[in-house]
């Protein structure tokens, strides 16, 4: 049994990771601070990780109560994330995760700011459209083997190890923009693109044969 919770918490994490993308995200926090002293990238990595993190505990334990409110099923989310996360993969297939993330009127508003850790590296750079959908199928998968305290606690901890990979990812950005250079940044977004499009494809599949069988 403890095998079977280590391997689903293994598979949601290589997804929530490949799904947040830190390394496309880190990317993109390289161009937009400034002051890329150690303490500096560290303050950033902090505050964007707990921004991530926290909007993803709501959405794991609000996000399906708050769909349903509005009569939306977990199968109808599937069908719309897969949708989100395909298009998300096609423009990572193509190098341009950023693309898929956000605009450039965001990018140019960020140029503004001092603080920009918060919005729009945390929100929508990192936790967008395509995560809250993949937490709450990810949640609904496990909860339809498994009880909900299991789910959630799955799910968490996957979102744990996430966003520690997310800190310390975007904590050591430049150095990881150095070693991987434009070129290694765009080989590793096409991997994960692929990754992407497979986890769209399932929830697409999954979605609307619930819907059909409904």
Do not use: C
Not at 12 to 38: H, Q
Not at 59 to 69: D, M, V
Not at 152 to 171: D, E, G, H, N, P
Request: hydrophobic share 50%.
């Amino acid at each position: 049994m403890i095998q079977t919770y280590l391997s689903l918490v293994l598979h949601d994490t290589i997804g929530l990771i490949t799904i947040l993308n830190p390394i496309a995200a880190a990317s993109i926090m390289v161009t937009m601070v400034d002051n890329t002293t150690p303490s500096t990238m560290r303050s950033v990595a902090f505050k964007a990780t707990m921004t991530v993190f926290i909007a993803s505990l709501v959405t794991l334990f609000g996000g399906e109560f708050i769909f349903r409110i509005f009569g939306i099923n977990v199968m109808s989310i599937k069908v719309i994330g897969g949708v989100i996360l395909m298009l998300i993969a096609i423009n990572m297939a193509y190098g341009q995760s950023s693309k898929s993330r956000h605009s450039q009127a965001e990018h140019d508003e960020a140029q503004e700011k001092e603080d920009v850790s918060i919005v729009p590296i945390g929100i929508p750079i990192l936790f967008g459209p395509g995560v809250i959908a993949t937490i709450i199928v990810l949640n609904n998968n496990i909860s339809g083997e498994y009880s909900h305290l299991v789910s959630y606690s799955i799910v968490s901890i996957s979102l744990m190890i996430a966003a520690i990979s997310i800190f310390f990812t975007l904590r050591y950005a430049g150095a990881i923009h150095k070693v991987l250079g434009i070129t290694g940044m765009k080989i590793l977004t096409r991997i994960m693109g692929l990754v992407v499009g497979a986890i769209a494809a399932q929830f697409l599949i999954g979605g609307i044969k619930g819907l059909w069988g409904q």
